[in-house]
């Protein structure tokens, strides 16, 4: 069956599959974000359905810094060097 | 999931566009199951602690609504600024 698919078909499935793979990481990692800043944003006693101004502030710090320590530690690891 | 990864497919040829509409489409409903079951957990746990009744009392429905409609509202402004960070915006400290 190998010799029936075209190199450029072969090329296609690892594309897709590349695809796909980048897809299902930036939903996990939309999700994982989500998730690790509403536990540590918002009071869990609520009081109120809207988010308060506190809580809205810290979201927004709290995705930048997400966003800065999953770089930093893709570099850390993408680098070859051991975890310091 | 952002519209952006639907944009891009305009420049596919139709199968590829049809495949690639299915891969997200399954990517979708399985990323708003997990978001239920997770959400359930979630407010589950914070709001119910007493077992004196099997059924829901007014208090803990009351909780599990808001606990409910602020996460769904801290997720889509979660998903502003993660929008934001993905083009490179600067955002102030």
Not at chain 1, 53 to 72: A, F, P, Q
Not at chain 2, 56 to 62: A, F, R
Not at chain 2, 65 to 86: P, W, Y
Request: one cysteine or more; hydrophobic letters at 35%; glycine letters at 4%.
């Amino acid at each position: 069956m190998a010799s029936n698919i075209s190199p450029s078909a072969l090329d296609k499935e690892q594309i897709f599959g590349m695809a796909e793979k980048e897809m299902e990481y930036r939903v996990e990692l939309f999700n994982k974000m989500t998730q690790t800043c509403f536990k540590k944003c918002v009071d869990n006693r609520y009081k109120e359905s809207e988010l308060n101004m506190g809580e809205n502030s810290c979201i927004d710090r709290c995705v930048s810094k997400y966003w800065h320590v999953t770089n930093l530690i893709g570099q850390l690891l993408g680098s070859g060097r051991p975890p310091m | 999931m952002d519209k952006s990864m639907l944009a891009d497919l305009d420049s596919l040829p139709e199968a590829d566009k049809q495949r690639m509409t299915v891969m997200i489409d399954q990517l979708q409903i399985r990323d708003s199951l997990r978001m239920y079951n997770s959400l359930v957990e979630r407010c589950f746990n914070d709001c119910v602690d007493t077992f004196k009744h099997k059924s829901l009392q007014k208090q803990e429905e009351t909780c599990v609504r808001r606990c409910a409609e602020k996460f769904l509202k801290h997720s889509m402004r979660v998903g502003m600024r993660f929008a934001e960070l993905n083009q490179g915006a600067a955002t102030q400290d």
